[in-house]
Nanobody, 111 residues
Framework: QVQLVESGGGLVQPGGSLRLSCAAS????????MHWYRQAPGKQREWVAT???????NYADSVKGRFTISRDNAKNTVYLQMNNLKPEDTAVYYC?????WGQGTQVTVSS
């Protein structure tokens, strides 16, 4: 069974940085696009970023220029580097690969 395990969340002050990781068990993930989503309290889950098989990337307008998605196919891992974090970035962040979702990691941006 495929498992996705996120890590790297935490509490950070506005303007700070965090790096999220999502490690996938199994094989073949190099053939998939990888995605990050987030869900803030009381809101719907929203797409944040995608990295394609080709490593082309796309970002939601709200994070463009601040977040960077990357992947390491040898490690079956996708990353989300988050810089200049804002309180509105507070959410549970999920990785999504194929039909699989991780359990989420909490990111809280607060002074």
């Amino acid at each position: 069974q495929v498992q996705l395990v996120e890590s790297g969340g935490g509490l950070v002050q506005p303007g700070g940085s965090l790096r999220l990781s999502c490690a996938a068990s199994g094989s073949g993930f190099s053939f998939y696009a990888m995605h990050w989503y987030r869900q803030a309290p009381g809101k719907q889950r929203e797409w944040v970023a995608t990295i394609a098989r080709s490593s082309n990337t796309n970002y939601a307008d709200s994070v463009k220029g601040r977040f960077t998605i990357s992947r390491d196919n040898a490690k079956n891992t996708v990353y989300l580097q988050m810089n200049n974090l804002k309180p509105e970035d507070t959410a549970v962040y999920y990785c999504h690969i194929g039909s699989n979702w991780g359990q989420g990691t909490q990111v809280t941006v607060s002074s």
